[in-house]
């Protein structure tokens, strides 16, 4: 009885333990620029759960009420490696906007990534030589895309204006999301 008692219980373990948790991963370009490798990992290992939920139809508020708890705690119980509540929270909650666009927009993000890829293979191809850093790649993508919706854009007019009066076209803020995604595969 003993020995039938301890082999299923070391059955039951080892078929547990052979399930994988498939977490969703935070996106590379939808963290803050200021985000480290470090804290986006240990954003993924807190709420990677959460992530899946959103890709899979949960609310943006429910799935920002649920991860600020979990950094909350995890922050008061010194669980965070000594990052800020406010920067994990940053890195989540835009995973999370990002997540739950592409599960609102999916056909937007199809459609429009060889677009940006098209409107940006200029700087891709100087980022992919070295002739620029990621900022600056990441800076001349987004005047590149201003430039394709409005022709006679010019950078270096708009950007000294003073801020209220800056003429900036309108365009979809997941433009840039794709754009930064297609120079972080580089």
Request: glycine share 4%; aromatic share 12%.
């Amino acid at each position: 009885m003993k020995k039938s008692i301890i082999s299923i219980i070391s059955i039951v373990s080892v078929l547990i333990s052979s399930f994988s948790v498939n977490a969703a991963e935070v996106p590379r370009e939808s963290a803050p620029c200021n985000a480290t490798n470090e804290a986006i990992v240990i954003v993924e290992s807190f709420i990677g759960d959460i992530l899946t939920e959103v890709q899979n139809g949960l609310g943006y508020a429910d799935a920002r009420a649920k991860s600020n708890r979990i950094f909350f705690n995890a922050w008061l119980n010194g669980q965070t490696n000594g990052y800020s509540y406010g920067e994990l929270v940053d890195i989540a909650n835009n995973a999370i906007w990002q997540y739950r666009d592409m599960y609102l927009r999916p056909d937007f993000y199809k459609d429009n990534l060889e677009k940006v890829r098209t409107i940006i293979a200029p700087v891709i191809e100087d980022y992919k030589s070295c002739k620029i850093t990621y900022a600056e790649a990441e800076f001349n993508a987004r005047n590149r895309i201003y430039q394709s919706v409005k022709p006679d854009f010019n950078p270096a007019v708009e950007y000294m204006k003073d801020p209220l009066s800056r003429d900036f076209p309108s365009v979809d803020n997941s433009l840039f999301i794709l754009a930064r995604k297609l120079i972080l595969d580089q």
